[in-house]
């Protein structure tokens, strides 16, 4: 049941990247001592800035 919550969290957490407050995943990432947190807020952290980045590239004003 743990298992479904979290990753019903996660799923909400990559739906809009817009929403998340990336700094405070940022911080969480260096903030955080325990290893395996770490790395999930690392893997977090980076795969909202990708679905970011991804939406500023399929503008139709971004231009290379």
Known sequence: MERQKVLKQIDELLTDPWQVDIKELFD????????????LY????????????????NEDKFII
């Open 28 to 39: 969480a990432f260096v903030d955080e001592h325990d290893e395996i947190k770490k790395d």
């Open 42 to 57: 690392k893997v977090l952290y980076t795969c909202v800035l990708q679905k970011r980045q991804i939406d500023v590239i």
